[in-house]
């Protein structure tokens, strides 16, 4: 087969000459003979085909050493390593459009912090009930509720890991509910979280007994009118808002992932038989980042916070119906943990039920 000049390979292929140097240099794409005189660089027609995968692939934003790997295999295992690849970039995209959301919601009411002293007349008033449910030998849910903090943990890996896992994040969080400046939320939840990770890799090494353990979280921290979401795993939560709502975080769980992909529809993923496993969890390893958000407390909405054993037993339509319809907190969490008994709760069930009142609130001043 006749060899083709760098000229030729670089009309042929539609690269650049520079780039055609470039993937020599970096070991991409290398000519089949370099001319020991002139140093003139000969190219293979079969090559063509590789050269311009490698620019499709540069193109794509893949790292080299990657490409190097992928050109180089048959086209059906390139195409699976690709497909992997990508899965990952869109992972990280999502973990990096959160935080970048957080952000812009932090920054935008950081000038408002000193001036808008109304805003900061703002309290809690909440409702917390966690209920063994009908089945279960252990209540592996904690929870707390404070006037700035609330939290919920379900635990996972076995009865006794899963009970001590949740108590131990919900313990490390804690500390949180006291006065935390507006300024120092993203830090106070980051290092909470950080607290909570290292608390239970603290009791695995303490205990291998315990190993496996893990525990979703699902977490709301307020400074003045600010609210900082910290989330990970299937515990949820929601906002009622102006009689509308929205259910505020993403379930990291393997039939949500399905769901996105347009895999299964909502309502499969309802009776999935794998509705229960997570994606990610607070496991003492220091690898699963949690979701953050940001989010303006306004007088007059109301938060939910639930374990599974609620949101996965009552259809979502029971639950908005007690959260619209019954206005006492301590009233609302009751009737919706009666709905997850009344539905054989199978498993244990945990809500908080926070409305955001002005400070002035009569009813507030009078509790
Ligand atoms: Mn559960």
Redesign the pocket.
């Known amino acids: 087969m006749a060899l083709m000049t760098s000229g030729e390979f670089a009309q042929a292929s539609g690269l650049s000459r520079k780039a055609l140097r470039l993937y020599d240099e970096l070991g991409l794409l290398a000519p089949v003979r370099v001319d020991p005189q002139s140093g003139y660089r000969f190219y293979s027609p079969a090559q063509l085909e590789r050269a311009r995968l490698v620019a499709w692939l540069r193109r794509l934003g893949m790292p080299l050493a990657a490409i190097r790997t992928v050109s180089a295999l048959p086209a059906a295992a390139a195409a699976r390593q690709l497909a992997a690849y990508w899965d990952q970039v869109e992972a990280e995209t999502a973990a990096r459009r959160e935080l970048a959301s957080f952000l812009v919601g932090y920054l935008s009411g950081k000038d408002n912090e000193m001036t808008d002293d109304t805003r900061e007349m703002l309290t809690i008033r909440y409702a917390v009930r966690s209920d063994i449910g009908l089945v279960r030998q252990d209540n ?2 904690a929870v707390y509720a404070g006037s700035r903090l609330l939290a919920v943990a ?1 635990g996972v890996g076995g009865h006794a890991a899963g009970e001590v896992a949740s108590a131990a994040v919900i313990e490390a969080l804690r500390p949180l509910d006291t006065q935390v400046p507006s300024g120092e939320l993203l830090n106070a939840l980051d290092h909470a979280v950080r607290r909570a990770d290292g608390a239970l890799h603290d009791l695995v090494a303490a205990n291998p007994s315990l190993a496996g353990l893990g525990t979703t979280l699902t977490a709301l921290l307020r400074s003045g009118s600010r609210l900082g979401l910290v989330h990970i795993g299937d515990t949820r939560a929601y906002l009622v808002r102006a009689g509308e709502i929205f259910q505020i975080t993403r379930d990291h769980t393997v039939v949500q992932s399905l769901v996105d992909e347009g895999k299964i529809t909502p309502d499969e993923a309802w009776s999935h038989p794998q509705r229960m496993m997570l994606l990610r969890a607070l496991d003492g390893q220091h690898q699963h980042e949690p979701d953050l958000q940001f989010h303006e407390a306004r007088a007059g909405d109301r938060y939910l916070l639930s ?3 609620l949101h996965a037993t009552v259809p979502a339509g029971e639950v908005a119906r007690v959260l619209l319809a019954v206005a006492d907190p301590e009233q609302a969490a009751a009737e919706l943990i009666t709905l997850a008994i009344d539905r054989g709760a199978p ?2 069930v945990t809500c908080i039920v926070a409305d955001i009142v002005a400070a002035s609130d009569p009813v507030t001043m009078a509790r």
Do not use: H, T
Request: proline content about 0%; aromatic content about 0%.
């Open positions: 592996e849910d379900d374990s599974d054993g498993d244990n």
